[in-house]
C-alpha cells in the first residue's frame, strides 16, 4: 500500500482537529471543577484534608493549563485549513458568523474560568 505526503496531511489534520475538540471538552470540565472545588475550600485547620485539596487542586490545574496551552496550539492549523476541512457549503458564509459568536461565547466562558481559578490560586496560597 503506498501512502503519499498528502494523504498523511489529511490525517494529521484530522487527528489536530479532533484532539482541539478534545482539549475544549478537557478545559470546561476542568473549568467545572475548579469552580466546584473553590465553592469547598476546607479551613486551614486540618492538614490532611487542606494537602488533599490541593493535591486535587494541582492536577485539575494542569489539566486546564495544558488543555488552554493545545487548544491555541492546535487551534492555528485547525484556522489556516478550516475551508478545505470543515467548510459546509449549505451553510456558505454564515457559518462565518457562527464561528464567530461561538468563539466570542467561548472567549467569555475561558475569562470567566480564569477568573475563578485566580480566586482559587489566593485561596489555596493562603492554605499553603
Known amino acids: 500500500m503506498i501512502v503519499n505526503m498528502n494523504s498523511v496531511f489529511n ?17 470546561v470540565a476542568s473549568g467545572f471543577m475548579l469552580w466546584s472545588l473553590s465553592r469547598h475550600c476546607p479551613s486551614p485547620n486540618n492538614k490532611e484534608i487542606t494537602s488533599y485539596f490541593i493535591s486535587i487542586y494541582n492536577g485539575i490545574k494542569a489539566i486546564a493549563k495544558y488543555s488552554l496551552i493545545w487548544i491555541l496550539i492546535a487551534g492555528v492549523p485547525r484556522v489556516v485549513f478550516y475551508k478545505e476541512f470543515e467548510w459546509a457549503d449549505t451553510a456558505g458564509n ?3 458568523i457562527v464561528i464567530g459568536i461561538k468563539h466570542i461565547v467561548m472567549f467569555l466562558l475561558v475569562g470567566i474560568g480564569i477568573t475563578h481559578w485566580l480566586r482559587l490560586e489566593r485561596k489555596v496560597r493562603k492554605l499553603k
Open 11 to 27: 490525517i494529521f489534520l484530522t487527528i489536530n482537529n479532533y484532539s482541539h475538540d478534545i482539549a475544549t471538552a478537557f478545559l
Open 94 to 96: 454564515m457559518q462565518i
